[in-house]
């Protein structure tokens, strides 16, 4: 059953989907900073980056959105997981030290920022985009993943080694050296 759509539908339609992805990502990362205990932290994270793979879904990657579930989603916040589980459980023993205007700062910072990249991005004048040669097969992409962009392959590989890395040296100095 095809049910017709206008023009001006199918623009509100797309732009309600871009905001619910944006929000998604903004909850996500706001959860992630704001929240007083870890795995909460890590929950957040997982939001905020599903919220990312979501615009690069609906920006016409699909391929960087599945990599982007796999590797930040499937290995980073997972790893991140893990350090907490094997840390310190008992989080009474750990005290904040973050300043008391910390938060009021980065909240003034982030709308300082965001307010300034909107004006740049709305008083621009945007290109009109290329037009698709050609799709990308599966083929083609790893083909170009180790022809061409090879050094990208390599830098997340150095991501996934740095998040392990981090996620150990957390897990070690959490946890009680006498067990």
């Given amino acids: 059953m095809n049910i017709p759509i206008s023009a001006d539908m199918a623009s509100i339609v797309k732009e ?8 998604v990502t903004v909850v ?14 890590v929950f957040g994270l997982v939001v905020c980056f599903i919220g990312v793979a979501g615009i690069y879904y609906f920006l016409g990657s699909p391929f ?3 990599m982007q579930l796999m590797i930040y989603v499937g290995a980073v916040a997972i790893t991140i997981a893990f350090a907490i589980m094997l840390a310190e459980p008992d989080e009474d023993k750990i005290e904040a030290k973050t300043p ?14 965001t307010w300034a990249l909107a004006a740049a991005s709305l008083g621009a004048k945007w290109m009109n985009p290329a037009p698709v040669e050609k799709e990308g097969t599966i083929t083609q992409v790893g083909e170009a993943l180790l022809t061409n ?31």
């Avoid at 706001?30 to 795995?39: E, N």
């Fill in 16 to 23: 309600g989907v871009f905001f619910g992805f944006l929000i």
């Fill in 100 to 113: 008391p205007l910390a938060g009021p700062f980065a909240v003034v910072l982030g709308v300082a920022v």
């Fill in 149 to 179: 962009y090879s050094m990208v392959f390599e830098l997340v590989s150095i991501v996934l080694l740095i998040a392990i890395l981090g996620s150990l040296v957390v897990a070690r100095s959490g946890r009680d050296k006498s067990c």
């Fill in 28 to 41: 996500g990362a706001l959860l992630a900073t704001c929240a007083k205990r870890m795995v909460r932290a």
């Fill in 64 to 66: 960087i959105s599945l």
